[in-house]
């Protein structure tokens, strides 16, 4: 029972450990830097929130996260019954198709939609090109696989009964839907919703490849702010703001999703063959695939085989070198090398900080715990919703010295990508670990299983099948960051999406067909990653 | 007790990784994320010197400034390198590097240097391209300089770069305040009236919007440099419209090997590295007894007779923010 104890308080300590060192203290101390100056400096603070331009670009950003998170609910929730709750041929593909885009590095995303919807491309006649709307689109496009993959394994798990008795009594399909199914799933929603706006309100490569519509976003001006006007200052206070925001979002979350969740009766996977009352769901997730997601992929691959106008492998073969005038660095396969050897070693730190999280936020406590709760759980979303220069900049000055002089040390880098990856990691546990009926733990309890066994037997079954998607998320996650990696960079170090971001910044064809066969080559890695992750889980019993 | 001395031996070399023992050995260089040389010059400076080089590229030169702003008093880096003209303004205010004069610095070099503290290693040219085959097909004549562009039917065919996030979109700015002075912003205004693109940084615009090299994009002038012709055969740049972009290196002030620092800047300026400079890294040497490869001499010299901004004139945040107001 000690061992049982002290084992449950490292499993809080040590994860709130983490995330102070490696995010809350680098952050805070960019931060404080900004409003302090030999003493609190609310004059500055006060000037740049006394700008109207200060809020007409918080405005910006949280329209283009909200109607960006939006659009990803919409398409995402009936992909994710599609995907995960029916069962028909190639089911595996077309999750993996699912996944691509959230792996691909923005700039890559960014150049592929600018290639459809600008002057010459062939969807110019929409006039999207530099419109709200395109980034909107691309936003979506990019966090599509986050809502299916997590309101689909969510789904998998509900009980179907009671679907089943509510159209036995005689309600439609839709008002079934609505009041008995949507519900159960508002708790994975919310958090899969949360995730997104997070991610959308921090999207700087995408904003700022598909043009400027009207004002930038808080995370386009805090670059702006640092690294062209270097007033550290008022990228701070407009880093305080994103955390505002953040805030404002968990509580949203957090209201939505425990308003709603009662602690359902999970039993085991659900699915059930591809039905004629699925079409309608099953056609729209059909030309969401076909149309929004595999079209831009397309139009990549094609470039990435396209030398001079003709079909041509010479870009893949090129990847064994490190390309034109770019001689110094690594070549793009050593590149990927690196790539998967440091997303490997996140994806384990993420797992060996992120699991014992997920059980500890999964459990019901009462009180003074469940505030203590409620704020780790938040806590660990911060790093989605704070710019990657920020956190950037605070590795650079807060852990410079001994005993943690970590700035030119090689666990840098996959540090960073864990603290990234860690929202996910926990957040696509949680929903399956949390519905599970406190009764079933007590009962066991009860019949003299000790808590060892409770956990083995009640909540193993269900950390197994979730495990996969959370290794799957760590790995393609680390695989496609980008800010904080390239922020950290070094030649030795060099990942995949910081190599095709610089070939894309070299002059030279062959760069450019490099960097799209190196994108090609990322999309393929992560989507197999994720579809071998997910081919490698066990479904309980 | 052993695997806990082995344990923590193991945390403290994790840690230290960069600090005390090691000083003597490494020498830690902050450069731009274009910055390139060969596996065998990394291997002669290594040898030559005893230092083991580590180089850092966090991102542009203003994130390099601001990496060395944040860092003063406890600096990562022992030297910087690619710190060009648009920028060095601010590294001189804040007073982040030590004076060096490098013994191999040569002749050709001494007009570049603008400070002490300042090295410069090699330089380019900011300048408008021209897709030649698209003029030749459309029967239209190219413009020729900065006045040109201003009218709008060649407005509309051109495609620039944000100064405000990419440097040759900066440098291209500070060009057109050297030559219209107070007048710079009506010179925006006609562009932007015209039809002129913005786009977010150079790959986006050499390889989105403009119709030479790939072939692809609508816009047959892009802001791009001296150099990109030698490698896209049917363009050319527009000499009257350069403006000259020199890039230095430093020792940083508070370095824990600014010998070592000092060396690098030696090494970059040796005939070996400063002959490989437009194959790694698409600029010129500074040191004009270097021969350019072939097809740089065919299509890519320098201009001759660029634009020359001085960095002491250079108000980034002020123009920064009079352009933004523009858009």
């Known amino acids: ?47 740049v929130l006394a700008e109207s331009r200060t809020w007409k670009v918080v405005w910006q950003t949280v329209l283009q996260a909200a109607l960006g998170t939006a659009g990803a609910i919409l398409l995402g929730v009936p992909s994710a019954y599609i995907l995960y709750r029916v069962r028909f041929p190639f089911q595996k593909v077309a999750r993996a198709a699912a996944t691509i885009p959230f792996v691909l590095p923005t700039v890559v995303v960014g150049v592929a939609f600018r290639a459809l919807l600008g002057r010459g491309g062939p969807l110019e006649f929409l006039g999207l090109d530099q419109t709200v709307t395109a980034v909107v689109i691309a936003l979506t496009y990019f966090n599509y696989a986050v809502v299916v993959r997590t309101v689909g394994t969510m789904w998998q798990t509900l009980d179907p009964r009671s679907a089943q008795a509510a159209r036995t009594l005689g309600a439609s399909p839709s008002r079934a839907f609505l009041t008995v199914t949507l519900p159960q799933l508002a708790p994975a ?4 919703g949360a995730i997104v706006f997070l991610f959308c309100s921090t999207s700087y490569g995408l904003v700022r490849t598909l043009g400027s519509p009207g004002y930038g976003t808080l995370e386009t001006e805090i670059w702006r702010e640092t690294t062209a006007m270097l007033d550290t200052r008022t990228a701070a206070v407009l880093s305080i703001l994103q955390v505002v925001i953040v805030i404002l979002t968990l509580i949203v979350s957090e209201k939505l999703s425990s308003r709603t969740a009662g602690r359902l009766n999970l039993r085991s996977h659900h699915v059930s063959p591809i039905g004629k009352s699925d079409a309608p769901a099953a056609v729209f997730t059909g030309l969401v695939l076909v149309v929004l997601i595999t079209s831009p992929i397309i139009s990549l691959v094609a470039r990435s085989l396209t030398v001079d106008g003709e079909w041509s492998l010479k870009n893949y073969r090129l990847l064994a070198t490190s390309g034109q005038g770019f001689s110094g660095g690594s070549s793009v396969l050593e590149a990927i090398g690196n790539s ?22 999964s459990r019901q406590v009462r009180g003074p715990l469940r505030t203590g709760q409620s704020f780790l759980s938040g806590a660990i979303l911060l790093p989605l919703g704070v710019s990657a220069v920020t956190v950037g900049f605070g590795f650079s000055i807060a852990l410079d010295s001994p005993p943690l002089d970590l700035r030119n040390s090689p666990l840098l880098i996959p540090i960073a990508q864990a603290v990234v990856a860690l929202p996910l990691v926990v957040r696509s546990l949680t929903p399956t670990l949390s519905s599970i009926a406190p009764g079933r733990r007590e009962a066991a309890a009860t019949l003299g299983a000790s808590p060892w066994r409770v956990l083995a037997t009640i909540d193993g079954p269900f950390l197994v099948r979730g495990i996969g998607v959370a290794i799957g998320f760590a790995y393609a996650t680390s695989l496609g960051e980008f800010g904080a990696t ?11 999406p910081v190599m095709i971001v610089r070939l894309l910044g070299r002059p030279g064809g062959d760069n450019y067909g490099m960097a799209m066969a190196g994108a090609v080559i990322l999309a393929i890695l992560a989507a197999g990653i994720m579809a071998a992750a997910e081919a490698a889980r066990k479904d309980p019993q | 007790m052993k695997k806990t001395c082995a344990s923590l031996a193991l945390v403290m070399v994790l840690a230290a990784c960069g600090s005390e023992t090691e000083k003597t050995e490494t020498v830690t260089i902050l450069t731009h994320d274009s910055f390139g040389i060969t596996e065998e010059q990394i291997a002669v400076f290594e040898e030559e010197t005893g230092y083991e080089l580590i180089t850092i590229a966090p991102g542009d030169g203003g994130v390099l400034v601001n990496q060395l702003i944040l860092n003063k008093d406890n600096p990562q880096a022992d030297g910087v390198y690619g710190l060009d003209t648009f920028i060095v303004g601010t590294v001189l205010e804040e007073d982040l590097l030590d004076p060096y004069t490098s013994g191999n610095l040569p002749d050709s070099a001494t007009d570049l240097v603008v400070d002490e503290s300042l090295t410069p290693i090699d330089q380019g040219e900011v300048c408008i391209n021209v897709d030649t085959a698209w003029f030749e097909e459309n029967g239209i004549a190219e413009p020729e300089t900065l006045e040109d562009l201003r009218e709008p039917q060649y407005a509309e065919l051109l ?6 996030s990419s440097s040759p979109g900066f440098a291209f700015l500070a060009a057109t305040v050297a030559e219209y002075g107070d007048d710079w912003e009506e010179y925006w205004t006609d562009l ?6 913005i786009a977010s940084g ?7 919007d403009f119709s030479g090299a790939d072939g692809n994009g609508p816009y047959p002038l892009v802001l791009s440099y001296s150099s990109s012709p030698a490698a896209a055969p049917d363009t050319d740049y527009l000499p009257s419209t350069c403006v000259r972009q020199v890039e230095y290196a430093g020792v940083v002030s508070n370095a824990a090997n600014p010998e070592g620092a000092q060396a690098f800047i030696d090494f970059m300026l040796t005939e070996d590295v400063q002959a490989s400079i437009p194959n790694t890294m698409y600029m010129y040497p500074v040191d004009d007894s270097v021969a350019l490869p072939e097809e740089w001499q065919e299509s890519a010299s320098l201009s001759g007779d660029p634009i020359i901004v001085d960095p002491g004139t250079i108000d980034r945040g002020g123009w920064l923010e009079a352009f933004t107001e523009l858009r």
């Open chain 1, 486 to 496: 390239s922020f950290l960079a070094r030649p030795d170090t060099q990942t995949l």
């Open chain 1, 1 to 47: 029972m000690r061992l049982w104890k002290s084992a449950w308080s490292a499993a809080i300590i040590i994860p709130a450990a983490f995330l102070a060192i490696f995010f809350l203290y680098p952050t805070a101390t960019m931060l404080w830097r900004g409003i302090w100056d030999g003493g609190l400096d609310l004059g500055g603070v006060g000037n």
């Open chain 2, 192 to 197: 932007f009236a015209g039809g002129a693109r």
């Open chain 1, 189 to 192: 929603i919310a958090s899969a």
């Open chain 1, 340 to 361: 998967l050897r440091i997303g490997l070693v996140a994806t384990l730190i993420s797992l060996a900080i992120g699991v014992p999280l997920a059980l500890v936020l």
């Open chain 2, 159 to 164: 495609a620039l770069i944000d100064p405000v």
């Open chain 2, 202 to 208: 150079w790959s986006d615009a050499y390889y989105a």
